[in-house]
């Protein structure tokens, strides 16, 4: 508790903003909450509190955003992707955190930017990617969401060509986004980082900015079209890219 009483008040101002941003930006797309959060969140906050934090919250989120759009929801997308995110899971955390994470960082960073172009210059593509593009979308999802808790790039790139519906795509990412963030923060439980006065302080404190960015990004998304929402999600993957390169860079 006492690292919260010692923040300065510039985090006091910014913090609300930036969580209130996030979230409006999750409601819209089903992601994206923690690319936007943590990086300027985490000039004040220690990684080992905001991760945790930010994985709590993003649990909470994507099941109230699965469970306004259940209906949605591609099982069978889901199902397909469930195995290999776990497997990719795994290594993440058993194999390759012990590698440079650098290069992993620089490659996700790029994937995602490549994908936002394309998205944004082909908003309204023809045809569908093979169904088995799952296996290594979600493997490779699955260990850079262990690494670095950040898939959704790789889970966007796989759903958008796959489904042609913007209400499809959001609700399928969500429901994978929760069980996703639902297996990291076991991980987190059994390592200790959750059961911490700090966290459940700052769970308690962006609650009402997350819940409010939400419902704000929900209502935005329900007037999108569907080039619009596809414009939306390649400017932001091109943003999130931009945003991890230039932080594993500089």
């Known amino acids: 508790m006492s690292e919260w009483a010692e923040l300065p ?23 994206g909450s923690t690319v936007i959060a943590i990086p300027i969140l985490a000039n004040w906050i220690p990684l080992t509190t905001l991760v945790p934090i930010m994985v709590l919250s993003d649990i909470v989120s994507a099941m109230f ?27 993440g955390v058993t194999v390759l955190v012990s590698v440079p994470q650098k290069p992993l960082a620089v490659a ?3 994937f995602s930017m490549g994908v936002g172009v ?3 210059l082909n ?6 990617i093979s169904a088995w593009w799952c296996v290594p979308a979600g493997t490779v999802a699955g260990v850079f969401g262990a690494v670095f808790g950040a898939g959704g790039p790789i889970y966007v790139a796989y759903l958008t060509g796959r489904l042609g519906d913007k209400d499809a795509v959001r609700a399928t990412i969500s429901a994978i986004i929760s ?11 059994v390592a200790g980082l959750l059961a911490k006065a700090s966290v459940l302080a700052g769970i308690a404190f962006i609650a009402p900015f997350a819940l409010l960015g939400i419902r704000l990004g929900s209502r935005i998304h329900t007037r999108l079209t ?4 596809r414009r939306f999600i390649g400017v932001l993957l091109l943003a999130s890219g931009g945003v991890l390169l230039a932080r594993t860079l500089l």
């Open 118 to 120: 394309s998205t944004l």
């Open 226 to 229: 569907q080039a619009q929402m």
């Open 123 to 128: 908003p309204m593509p023809k045809g569908r």
């Open 108 to 110: 996700l960073a790029l």
């Open 65 to 91: 955003v699965g469970g306004t759009s259940r209906q949605h929801v591609s099982w069978t997308e889901l199902r397909r992707l469930l195995p290999f995110l776990v497997t990719g899971l795994v290594l």
């Open 179 to 189: 069980v996703s963030a639902t297996l990291r923060g076991l991980m987190y439980l």
């Open 9 to 31: 008040l510039v985090f006091w101002i910014a913090a609300p903003a930036v969580i209130l941003l996030a979230y409006t930006v999750f409601g819209i797309s089903g992601f």
